[in-house]
């Protein structure tokens, strides 16, 4: 016990970086995933668009046209003269200006009842946005129900009312069961950004902590002493494992305070899952700390290689940027680090919607794999501190 | 020329022997760094271990400490075999490094504090030896000091208290007194005669002779990993038949004066520089008068006149050489 706290000791007088790459990186990361919560929502509202109508020919079919364009958009009044036009249109005042010709109705019975097509109307779409294409488009579309309906016979009321029936049956809506709700977003952008502030700040940490254990006068003053070797090691591997520990929690804390409180009771296991990675993860980041502490590198090699590799991981594990943005060879590449895996099983947790053995499997697959490359890195850096030892005997 | 009688075993003074090494053989490589090294240290005493720069001291104490294998030889402490896992032993050992052995990331307390605790688990305990040491090095004023912020002698002072707040009764100096001005050296000196005082038994490595001098009872000079000679510091200085150094101030000499003096019973030696003349003698009743009556007849005036008795010094470069080794 003396000897971690002697261990945590020394850590602390290295606060400089917990307050770096711990403090300041995860407060980075939360801001980062706070601007993803205005930018997404779990809610779906449909677009209204504004649009302008001038009706000269005032039929059934045209005052149903009128109807249906109106329902659901934002109707603006607009005169019927060539200026305010073009005033409407050239300051954008609404997407979707339709001109319905006088006659029009008339024309389209007369034209479904024979060979001919419907009628043109006169439509003109703003060049600001997209939406009123859209428009434009449900439009054609109930024009060519009501020129499908006419051409079965009937008045312009008959051909309207049929139209109104067949479009009303044609959009089925059902009602998927959900089983379980997705992670917020921005937990999960906070989450995946963290894996930058785990690794730095566990990997320069544990570096530090062994550089000064390994100083040569102060290892054979330590061997020395009636303080067996299994002792220290223990001592040692409880103060990895305490860095790797603080860093997750407060990663992992910050990010559910703060972004995720709800998932708390709404996905726990979505959650668990995410926390699990991390965790892995920071345990990850722990034995590549012991293995750059067993090099003896200085304290600005061990900040570079924190950064550096960091950095690395993070985008090679789709942390900063969709996978599917890299290049093949990239991606391929990538399998072989440990953020991708953990990577895998965050993403997978925070898109589950049902919560089964056969969906939680995999990721938590996907979590051994991360933590395979752990137990890697960790063999390594105990051989290579072996043969450190046995160099200077 | 070195003694063949003291690559024999060193025998203690005392009947309780607390250190005793016998055959030590340490080899890297082809190199042998310690050959067929005997020694043995009685409690209470200070002993030193002294030897040019490569001799085998460093390795000797690391073998003493189980910090290296070694080829051949038995190590006992306390009346047992040392071994790695003599945690019993290693328990009453001090060590003061060569190098300051101290974590640069904690303060003078915390240094004190967590190399005792090495030693000493209960903190109850704890707190009382590393007052003590503190005290004993005189380091009160800077107990919250990181060591960056300590000068080369509080330094010292500091790599001492880590190595001795556990109250060891075996207590390893590797020249603790290196880059250190005057007083502290004296201050260090001073506490390592109290620490004896107080019944530590004690190994004491140096180049300073002066200090094996002072402080040590019994000394064994190493050579290309051999004990050369040993013995307390006066019956080194007549192992080797050296007398007094003689020095006058004469101003001139001629090559006549030289040789009538080199011819004197008892000179070893005659050189001339910087108008003084200095003549190394062996052993006898009458030097300084001999040579003084030589310079007499042959009408040289002399000014100052300087006699100094054989050190540890002479002892050391008459067994060792006087050339350089690390140069060689």
């Not at chain 1, 996978?323 to 947790?349: C, K, M, N, Q």
């Amino acid at each position: 016990m003396p000897t971690f706290k002697t261990y945590m000791r020394i850590l602390l007088a290295h606060r400089i970086y917990i307050v770096i790459y711990l403090v300041i990186i995860s407060i980075t990361g939360i801001a980062i995933g706070l601007s993803t919560a205005s930018s997404s929502s779990q809610h779906f509202a449909a677009t209204s668009s504004r649009v302008a109508i001038i009706d000269r020919d005032d039929s059934e079919l045209s005052r149903a046209l009128s109807a249906h364009v109106a329902e659901g958009n934002t109707l603006v009044p607009l005169a019927d003269d060539k200026k305010s036009v073009q005033d409407a249109l050239a300051q954008d005042a609404v997407s979707y200006l339709l001109v319905i010709p006088k006659g029009w109705g008339h024309d389209l019975m007369v034209a479904a009842a024979g060979d001919g097509t419907a009628p043109a109307l006169e439509a003109s779409v703003s060049y600001r946005s997209g939406e009123g294409f859209l428009v434009d488009q449900q439009v054609k579309s109930y024009v060519q129900g009501l020129f499908g309906s006419a051409s079965l016979g009937g008045s312009q009321g008959d051909a309207v009312r049929t139209t109104d029936e067949s479009w009303g049956k044609s959009i089925g809506v059902s009602t998927i069961g959900q089983r379980a709700t997705p992670l917020p977003n921005p937990l999960l952008s906070a989450a995946l950004f963290s894996s930058y502030p785990i690794f730095a700040s566990v990997t320069v940490c544990i570096a530090l902590l062994m550089k000064a254990l390994n100083a040569k006068a102060l290892r054979g003053r330590r061997v020395a002493s009636p303080q067996s070797p299994r002792e220290r090691n223990v001592a040692l591997v409880a103060a990895c494992v305490c860095i790797a520990l603080i860093a997750w929690a407060w990663n992992f804390g910050l990010q559910v305070t703060l972004l995720g409180r709800g998932a708390i009771a709404r996905s726990p296991a979505q959650l668990g899952i995410v926390g699990l990675a991390l965790l892995t993860y920071s345990l990850v980041s722990a034995s590549v700390g012991f293995l750059v502490g067993q090099l003896g590198i200085s304290e600005n090699a061990a900040n570079a290689v924190a950064n550096i590799f960091g950095m690395v991981l993070s985008v090679l594990g789709g942390a900063w940027a969709d996978l599917s943005l890299l290049p093949d060879a990239l991606v391929a590449v990538a399998h072989f680090t440990p953020f991708y895996w953990a990577y895998r099983a965050i993403e997978g947790a925070s898109a589950m919607r049902v919560v089964s053995t056969s969906s939680v499997l995999p990721l938590v697959g996907c979590v051994g794999v991360c933590m395979l490359f752990g137990i890697a890195i960790l063999l390594v850096g105990i051989a290579l501190g072996r043969a450190r030892t046995r160099q200077l005997g | 020329m070195p003694n063949p009688q003291a690559t024999e075993s060193v025998t203690p003074l005392s009947s309780e022997t607390v250190v005793s090494i016998s055959n030590l053989v340490k080899r890297y490589g082809e190199v042998v760094a310690v050959d067929h090294l005997s020694l043995g240290i009685a409690r209470g005493e200070i002993f030193g271990l002294l030897g040019p720069n490569g001799s085998g001291k460093t390795t000797t104490i690391n073998c003493l400490l189980q910090l290296l294998d070694y080829d051949h030889g038995q190590i006992e402490l306390f009346g047992k075999p040392m071994r790695p896992d003599s945690y019993d032993i290693k328990r009453k050992i001090g060590i003061v490094p060569q190098e300051v052995a101290v974590f640069d990331e904690l303060t003078v307390r915390e240094n004190v504090d967590s190399f005792c605790a090495l030693y000493v688990p209960q903190s109850s305990r704890r707190r009382e030896l590393v007052d003590r040491a503190i005290e004993f090095v005189g380091l009160q004023k800077f107990q919250g000091f990181r060591p960056k912020k300590l000068s080369g002698g509080l330094l010292r002072r500091l790599n001492i208290a880590c190595g001795i707040a556990h109250q060891p009764s075996l207590i390893i100096m590797d020249e603790p007194t290196v880059a250190v001005d005057p007083q502290s050296r004296n201050s260090i000196l001073d506490g390592i005669g109290r620490l004896n005082r107080d019944g530590a038994t004690i190994i004491y490595t140096s180049h300073y002779m002066e200090e094996v001098e002072r402080i040590c009872r019994r000394v064994l000079i190493m050579d290309h990993g051999r004990s050369v000679a040993s013995g307390t510091p006066d019956e080194l200085k007549a192992m080797i038949g050296t007398g007094e150094r003689i020095s006058v101030e004469t101003g001139t000499a001629s090559e006549a004066i030289i040789e009538s003096i080199r011819m004197l019973p008892h000179v070893r030696s005659v050189e001339f520089s910087e108008g003084m003349l200095h003549v190394q003698c062996s052993n006898g009743a009458h030097n300084l008068s001999e040579v003084l009556g030589a310079l007499a007849r042959e009408h040289v005036g002399y000014g100052r006149v300087l006699s100094e008795p054989p050190t540890l010094n002479d002892v050391f470069l008459e067994i060792t050489g006087r050339e350089l080794r690390d140069e060689s």
